[in-house]
């Protein structure tokens, strides 16, 4: 399966910045769609962020704000996030989807990030 590890969050100030990171590991052969979700107290993990065949798309709420990049030769995603607001606190969570190899299988994987933290708050 793959892995993935997740760097950044904590608390910032309304109106401050932070960025998170996710590195992907373990036999990837193809990455179909990656992003970034989060996930408030008491509610649905949503999509904020994600990249599909190379196609960008944001969630309204972080529009303008918030910006995902990919890495292709680490396998890696971040997220820059700006001009943070109270309502941005939550648990933020990487996935990766696509097909990795073992010895000489090809299989499908949809896995997430161990989750980060979020806090905006003054």
């Known amino acids: 399966q793959v892995q993935l590890v997740e760097s950044g969050g904590g608390l910032a100030q309304p109106g401050g910045s932070l960025t998170l990171s996710c590195a992907a590991s373990?036999?990837?052969?193809?990455?179909?769609?990656m992003g970034w979700y989060r996930q408030a107290p008491g509610k649905q993990r949503l999509a904020v962020a994600t990249?599909?065949?190379?196609?960008?798309n944001y969630d309204d709420s972080v529009k303008g704000r918030f910006t995902i990049s990919r890495d292709n030769a680490q396998y890696a995603i971040h997220l820059q996030m700006n001009s943070l607001k109270p309502e941005d606190t939550a648990v933020y969570y990487c996935?990766?989807?696509?097909?990795?190899?073992?010895?000489?299988?090809?299989?499908?994987?949809?896995?997430w990030g161990q989750g980060t933290q979020v806090t905006v708050s003054s």
């Open positions: 996935n990766f989807q696509g097909i990795y190899l073992s010895g000489r299988t090809y299989s499908p994987y949809n896995d």
């Open positions: 373990g036999g990837i052969f193809s990455i179909m769609n």
């Open positions: 990249i599909t065949s190379g196609v960008t």
